[in-house]
């Protein structure tokens, strides 16, 4: 059964940069027929699309995250990484990392808070 | 702010049915597969329908979706309290290249 663990800082200052891994076990990541993603959700509102990557490295980015964003793969260790910078209280919100399917998302990690505060 | 517009609550009592509908544009439903999840606040998003209206395994047949132009449409029969929960949409977006969710509708078991 495939399995995804967010991880990372819970508290991050305004400015600094956001760093989330997502451990994957029960699958590998340098798979063709998958893309693997950030989803995240701000308290009290929706699901926003962070981004995606797939096994290859090419990666799709929201735009409305104005070229903060940097998703990567490490595929030695089965996991994908988050890196949003020159965050401010917007950012605060649960971060989930999930796997995308050709446009669906099947599988979910728990999620993770991250609040961003000084 | 989404493209994708949900109703904020729906309800029904026990046993009865509720639909959910997910309205948007040529640009996303209209020309795009479109998934629904269910998302107990605090747990990861469950997938209940993708490509418009196909359920995963495991996923009751009480639950349905259909899609007709740029509107797309989440059933659930024989409502359960265990059914109160958030509901999303999403698809991707070809104007935006970017994957959209909707507004998420709450639904409550009278």
């Known amino acids: 059964q495939l399995q995804l663990q967010e991880s990372g800082p819970g508290l991050v200052k305004p400015s600094e940069t956001l760093s989330l891994t997502c451990t994957v076990s029960?699958?590998?990541?340098?798979?063709?027929?998958?893309?693997w993603g950030w989803i995240r959700q701000p308290p009290g509102k929706g699901l926003e699309w962070i981004g995606t990557?797939?096994?290859?490295?090419?990666?799709y980015y929201n735009p409305s995250l104005k070229g903060r964003v940097t998703i990567s793969l490490d595929t030695s260790n089965n996991h994908f990484s988050l890196k949003l910078n020159s965050v401010t209280a917007a950012d605060t919100a649960i971060y989930y990392c999930?796997?995308?399917?050709?446009?669906?998302?099947?599988?979910w990690g728990q999620g993770t808070l991250v609040t961003v505060s000084s | 702010q989404s493209v994708l517009t949900q109703p904020p609550s729906v309800s029904a009592a026990p046993g009865q049915k509720v639909t959910i509908s997910c309205s948007g544009s040529?640009?996303?439903?209209?020309?795009?597969?479109v998934s629904w999840f269910q998302h107990f606040p605090g747990t990861a998003p469950k997938l209940l329908i993708y490509?418009?209206?196909k359920r995963p395994s495991g996923i009751p047949d009480r639950f349905s979706g259909s899609k007709s132009g740029t509107s797309a449409t989440l059933g659930i029969t024989g409502l359960q309290t265990g059914d109160e929960a958030d509901y999303y949409c999403?698809?991707?977006?070809?104007?935006?290249?970017?994957?959209?969710f909707g507004t998420g509708t709450k639904v409550a078991v009278l």
């Open positions: 990557i797939y096994y290859t490295g090419n990666t």
């Open positions: 999403g698809t991707w977006d070809s104007s935006l290249s970017a994957y959209v």
């Open positions: 490509d418009n209206n």
């Open positions: 040529s640009s996303n439903v209209g020309n795009n597969y």
């Open positions: 999930a796997r995308d399917r050709d446009g669906l998302w099947d599988y």
């Open positions: 029960g699958g590998s990541i340098n798979n063709n027929s998958y893309y």
